[in-house]
């Protein structure tokens, strides 16, 4: 494959897909479906509140997730799932990561033969360790099955603010053969647009590895950032909490440099900045000592790093990879261990090299007596 972009005359023509499901109306199902929508794609979007399917389809606004913000007309939104799946060329699943077996269950009957799943929340499987796309696959054998990750806020990308993402799908024999006709290529085309610009990957663990990820380590920051410390604290996250996504990634066969893209260092600034991260936000309001379950006014918030923090501790204990950060992250939210205790213990581990392959370790002079 060449490494550099031809003349424009020689790029190769990527036929879109005209139709797409987006199965879950949530904040990101509906971001989404405007996203295929702006593009010009006729957008089917399933979710289970009859309310809210009501509201997209008639008066263009999701008022439970995305309140006050207008959507692109001629989204059909459906609470009947074979409706919203006929005659779809993809699929989007969009729901929390803990309801993708039951929504590939549901999904099921109704799915055309061998259309493309595109995987769009973000963890590993709790009981299984496994990665959404393995899942996806269990479940529905047949059809290709690839991943949309990145730095996404759904209101920003509703409200048409430029943004970039992963669209990542496993290369099959053929698709290196002919790269313009992979599943990845035509989603990418198909939900290209003015203010939406993704980018192609084939490296599905890679993907799948950042975005579990990134949400523990935003809670992490949220955390400290809650607990009082400030900047170089959250730099130090970031950075190390990058070196995890990296180590894990690469253990499990996916790329460092997948995780240095859109859909690792990218998702993971964004969400370790700025409280819009339900992730974040959880940690900032755990740090100032609020219990969990005053946290958010006690709303029912989907905070993934939360479920993620079990999965993606138990995958790396399982298969021998240290994960300091999300394991403090795990202790504190799992645990009851002290915030603040775990924190001074993560900081005064044994002394170690960066990068780790210099495999240089020694004591640390005050244990965990350091801060
Ligand atoms: N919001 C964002 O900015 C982004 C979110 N994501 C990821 O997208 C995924 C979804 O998040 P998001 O859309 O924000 O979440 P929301 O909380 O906004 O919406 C969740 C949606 O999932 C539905 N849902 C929940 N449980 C079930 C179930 N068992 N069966 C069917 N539908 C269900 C909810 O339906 P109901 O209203 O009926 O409960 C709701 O429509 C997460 O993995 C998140 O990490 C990724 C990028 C950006
Ligand atoms: O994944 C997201 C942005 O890319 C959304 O993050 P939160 O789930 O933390 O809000």
Redo the contacts with the bound molecule.
């Keep these: 494959m060449p490494d550099t972009d031809p003349s424009p005359r020689a790029r190769p023509q990527v036929r879109p897909y005209d139709r797409i499901a987006v199965i879950g109306a949530g904040a ?1 199902g509906t971001a989404l479906a405007s996203v295929a929508r702006r593009a010009g794609r006729e957008v089917a979007l399933w979710g289970r509140d009859a309310d809210v399917a009501r509201a997209i389809t008639e008066r263009a606004e999701n008022p439970v997730y995305l309140a006050g913000l207008p959507l692109p007309p001629g989204i059909a939104a459906t609470t009947d799932m074979a409706a919203a799946l006929r005659d779809a060329q993809a699929v989007l699943i969009v729901t929390p990561s803990v309801t993708l077996r039951e929504i590939c269950a549901a999904m099921r009957p109704h799915l055309p033969q061998a259309v493309p799943l595109a995987l769009c929340a ?1 963890g590993i499987e709790a009981q299984t360790g496994l990665l959404l796309g393995e899942v996806a696959r269990e479940e529905l054998p047949g059809h290709p099955v690839g991943a949309l990750s ?5 209101r920003e990308t509703v409200l048409d603010h430029p943004t970039a993402a992963t669209v990542a799908f496993a290369f099959r024999y053929r698709d290196r053969l002919d790269p313009a006709q992979s599943p990845a290529a035509r989603l990418a085309v198909s939900l290209s647009g003015a203010t939406f610009r993704p980018y192609i990957s084939d490296d599905l663990v890679g993907v799948g590895i950042g ?1 579990a990820v ?2 523990v380590i ?1 809670i992490a920051c949220g955390m400290m950032s809650g607990a009082g410390f400030a900047e170089n604290t959250r730099a130090a996250l970031i950075t190390r909490g990058m070196d995890e996504m990296k180590t894990l990634a690469e253990v499990l066969g996916g790329r460092r440099e997948t995780v240095t893209g859109l859909s690792g260092a990218g ?1 993971l600034t ?2 370790c900045s700025s409280a ?6 959880l940690g900032m309001q755990l740090g100032r000592g609020l219990p969990r379950a005053e946290c958010f006014d006690g709303a029912p918030v ?4 939360e479920v993620n923090a079990i999965s993606v501790v138990d995958l790396a204990r399982r298969i021998g990879v240290s994960l300091p950060i999300c394991e403090a992250v795990h202790d504190v939210l799992h645990r009851g261990a002290d915030l603040r205790q775990t924190f001074r213990d993560l900081w005064s581990r044994p002394i170690e090299a960066e990068p780790k392959a210099m495999g240089l370790y020694f004591d640390h002079p005050f244990g965990t007596r350091v801060l």
């Design positions: 990101w973000k990145g730095p996404t806020f759904a975005g990134k949400n935003a998702d964004l969400t819009t991260s339900r992730n974040m936000s989907v905070v993934e790093g």
